[in-house]
């Protein structure tokens, strides 16, 4: 045990939310409820941004009712944001809020760029010499953080994208007659964890059923592959489904279809449209019925279809990086360990928030078989304990309850601050 620091904890979350981002929020609070040493529990609305208008709220005073909600309710309950730190003066600006409300103990749960940022900041309060505890909480839809075994969310977001690739494998099935085919368009911009989640639809005994084919932005993308591939599954099969990823690229490595409105606050091409693209390839050289579906946001909030395996998992990783911060760690980010024996065991961990930012974890190259469009054995084994379990969802009406914070401002102490 490290020697003990007093003071206020603040929680943030940012970048896309997940179905299961509020269960690791839930168990910060609860977490941070047990300790002396942490006197109150802040939140900070809209992530970094919240921070630079010292827009904080008291986390305690919400009822425990609305805390447990947590557990099952999509979105970022603490509003987030995709704000890129820049100037000297807002990483200033941060380190000014934190000593105005005696910060000690921060946490900020996101993705890649969320833990650069949070890296900095804690680079920066130690430059200044101000003792500041700083862990980061796994969070991305995309499972593409390095260090983990895998991210809180994943495990969700391929539950709904396989269950939804059953549900219009059984449409498709009735409308077909060896002339249609359907595209399925999911999220992972810069790795195809996401798309290779598709394959889980497939049963045992039908392993040519759906998805036919998944295209991953690990494999460069040919059209005149792709083609022959609609064209060796129809000859078969009645219908063809793809599964591709927004960020499928070409040979070139360049994004095969991205947004006109250009890139996001931290650098990132606005995808869209990969579905759309390969549905017009197979319209315009096979001239045959093809559709076209984009999950978009719908599959990072499905929490009526989460995964128990995974909300649970959030949680513990809200948990486990108060208890690091209490214990003395910081600058480091909590990991989710898989145990080596055949049972599924997942234990958390600890990794440098250095090593995390900006890094992308890949497919290995073995969990994809040598056809390009369908994953191995490998993946099967990895993925399938990842979405277990149906996490416990009240519904009211026929429709499901979701928590709804009072959120309660916290004085602010200082002047507005202007940024860019």
């Known amino acids: 045990m490290s020697e003990q620091l007093t003071g206020n904890c603040l929680i943030a979350q940012s970048g896309g939310p997940t179905s299961v981002i509020n269960s690791s929020l839930a168990g910060a609070i609860t977490e941070a409820l047990n300790h002396e040493a942490i006197e109150e529990i802040y939140g900070g609305l809209n992530g970094i941004l919240g921070i630079l208008n010292e827009n904080l709220i008291d986390l305690a005073a919400e009822s425990q009712q609305s805390i447990r909600a947590l557990r099952h309710t999509p979105g ?9 730190l820049k100037r000297p003066e807002d990483y200033a600006r941060v380190i000014e809020v934190f000593e105005a409300h005696n910060i000690r103990y ?8 969320s833990q650069d940022t949070a890296d900095k900041i804690s680079k920066l309060a130690r430059e200044r010499g101000y003792e500041l505890r700083v862990i980061g909480i796994p969070k991305t839809i995309d499972n593409d953080l390095v260090t983990t075994d895998h991210t809180p ?44 989640g598709a394959a889980l639809a497939k049963r045992r005994d039908d392993p040519s059923g759906a998805p036919h084919l998944i295209y991953l932005p690990e494999v460069a993308f040919s059209p005149e592959k792709y ?8 000859q078969k099969e009645k ?20 947004d006109s409105t250009g890139s996001d606050a931290f650098g990132h091409s606005q ?11 197979v319209e315009d050289n096979l001239k ?44 480091k980010m909590v990991t989710l360990l898989r145990g080596e024996g055949e049972s599924y065991v997942c234990e958390t ?11 992308v974890k890949l497919l290995p190259e073995n969990w994809i078989n040598e056809d390009g469009v369908s994953m191995s054995y490998h993946f099967y084994k990895y993925a399938l304990p990842l979405i277990q379990g149906e996490a416990a969802m009240p519904f009211e009406n026929g429709v499901p309850v979701h928590a709804k914070l009072n959120c309660e401002k916290v004085q602010r102490h200082l002047s507005p601050h202007n940024f860019e």
């Not at 921060?106 to 760029?113: K, M, Q, R």
């Not at 995808?271 to 390839?281: F, T």
Request: with cysteine.
């Open 271 to 281: 995808l869209g449209g990969a579905g759309d693209y390969l549905r017009k390839l």
């Open 106 to 113: 921060f946490f900020y749960a996101g993705g890649n760029d």
């Open 349 to 359: 961990g600890l990794a440098p928030l250095s090593e995390i930012a900006n890094g």
């Open 76 to 84: 970022a309950a603490l509003g987030t944001c995709r704000f890129k």
């Open 227 to 234: 083609i022959a591939d609609v064209q060796r599954v129809l």
């Open 288 to 331: 045959i019925k093809a559709r076209s579906i984009k999950l978009g946001m719908a599959q990072r909030a499905a929490a009526n279809c989460a995964s128990a395996v995974d909300n649970d998992e959030a949680f513990l990783a809200g948990q486990a990086a108060v208890k690091a911060a209490i214990n003395g760690e910081t600058d």
């Open 153 to 196: 969310g994943y495990g969700s977001v391929i539950k709904y994208v396989a269950s939804t690739v059953k549900e219009v494998a059984c449409d498709n099935a009735g409308m077909g007659q060896h002339d249609l085919v359907q595209v399925i368009e999911v999220m992972g911009r810069s790795a195809g964890w996401i798309a290779a």
């Open 239 to 258: 219908y063809c489904v793809v599964v591709v990823g927004e960020g499928l690229l070409d040979s070139d490595g360049n994004y095969i279809s991205t």
